[in-house]
Structures are given as C-alpha cells and as structure tokens.
C-alpha cells in the first residue's frame, strides 16, 4: 500500500484471526511496528494482546506498559519532518515513541532517507530501524523479541511453543526469540536474505491458507 493508513480491516483475515484464537485458546498475540491505536483499527479490536511500535507498547493481561518518549525524538522529528515537507513523496510517520519517514513512494530517496536516519541514529541515543521501504529512529529499550519474551512469561501463554510469523527485518528479533523459546519463525515473502526463521511462506495468502489448514487440523 501507498500510505500506511490505506490498509484496513480485511474480512478474510478477520475471520481467521477469530478461528486462530478460539483454537488456540486465547494464546494470540500480535507484535506489530505500527501504533496500538493502529493496530486495533485494521484488526477492528479483535486482538487482546499486542505489541505495537515494536515492542516499545504492550499490551498484556495487566494492561498496557509503555515506555516514555526517548527525548532524542523531538530532534529526530524535526528532522524527518522537514525533509518530508521538503519532498512531497516522501511521507513522515509519528508513533510518538517513534518517528518514521516512508519513501515506498519516491525510491530514488532510500539513499538520502537511510543516511538522514544513520546521521540522526550516531548522534542520539535512538534505535535505527530500517523496514520496507521506510526508516525508523525509535526509543532504545524494546524490541519485538523482547516483547515476545515478556507474552511467554505471563498467562495464558506461559508454557506455550511460541511461533511467530512477519515480513520485515524488524520481525527478525522475534524469530531469534521464538527459536530461543523452543519454538520457530515463519519468514513471509519471496526474500532470501539472510533470517533467523526456520520456516518461509510466499506471500500473505500462503499464510492464511496455512492458518486455515492448521486450524481445520486441530478442529479434527
Ligand atoms: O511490524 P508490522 O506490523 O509489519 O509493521 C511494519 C510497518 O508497517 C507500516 O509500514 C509498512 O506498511 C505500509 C502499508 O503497506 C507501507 O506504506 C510502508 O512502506 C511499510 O513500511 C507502518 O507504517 C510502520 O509504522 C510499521 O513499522
């Protein structure tokens, strides 16, 4: 997608993820880079727990824990801010306890997009996070693996296998976690680049058809 709040709610995904958590008995979680808020929208309130801007939000059976804001971000949004006025391609992303700055729309500005972030990410105490098509500075602190950590402590996912499945180099935390926790990644997409999954699955559609076939092998 475009911008990052064309996608939205999708009914087969809906019902699947009702599927998933009835069979697996409530142990769903969704580890996201996006913000809670959003992530609550595309998936309409479905998902109890998540954690949102890769770990740094979490939202467990004791409610939400979050970080504060680093203050290194207010620099770092200026920054990204200006150069996004200064390209009308380029798209600025505020999570509050990140700042994000897209170029899926003008390509040709990943050099100078990558180097403002590296430049940013040597003179603070911010996190670089590279993803698709888009650089990320965010509070040290958090990260998806150890969000992953933290669901495993605590019910009802203690004692479980965790599997986590994502697309992005932001989701490699969380394989290294699930791998490290007696379970196992699930890479999704046609990339060979080097990954802490075990697994790899083409594109969405694999991973619903996977889902679903899972589903329907536990219901048996
Ligand atoms: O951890 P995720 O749930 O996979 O979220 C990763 C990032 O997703 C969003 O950005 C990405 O998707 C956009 C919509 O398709 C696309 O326009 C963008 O180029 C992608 O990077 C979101 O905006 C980020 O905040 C998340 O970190």
């Given amino acids: 997608m475009p911008r990052p709040e064309q996608v939205g709610p999708d009914a087969r995904r809906a019902a699947l993820l009702d599927a998933l958590s009835r069979a697996l008995e409530g142990r769903l979680a969704v580890v996201s880079g996006r913000a809670l808020e959003d992530v609550d929208r595309i998936l309409e309130d479905r998902v ?43 798209l600025f992303e505020d999570k509050d306890l990140s700042v994000a700055l897209h ?65 992005d180099l932001t989701d490699e935390d969380g394989f290294a976690a699930a791998a490290r926790l007696g379970g196992y990644g699930v890479l999704v997409g046609p990339s060979h680049r080097p990954t802490q999954a075990t697994y790899r699955l083409n594109d969405f559609n694999a991973v619903l058809d996977w889902l679903s076939a899972s589903i329907g092998r536990a219901a048996a």
């Fill in 48 to 90: 109890r727990f998540v954690a949102a801007v890769h770990g740094l939000v979490r939202r467990g059976g004791n409610g939400v824990d979050r970080l504060p804001p680093h203050p290194d971000l207010d620099h770092a949004r200026d920054v990204l801010r200006d150069l996004a006025r200064g390209d009308r391609g380029l």
């Fill in 103 to 167: 170029y899926r729309n003008v390509p040709s500005a990943a050099d100078a997009v990558i180097e403002a972030a590296e430049r940013l990410a040597r003179g603070s105490e911010l996190v670089l996070q590279l993803g698709d098509m888009v650089a990320e500075l965010r509070t040290p602190g958090q990260d998806k693996g150890k969000a992953v950590t933290a669901f495993l402590r605590e019910a009802p996912f203690d004692g479980a296998t965790p599997v986590f499945v994502g697309d």
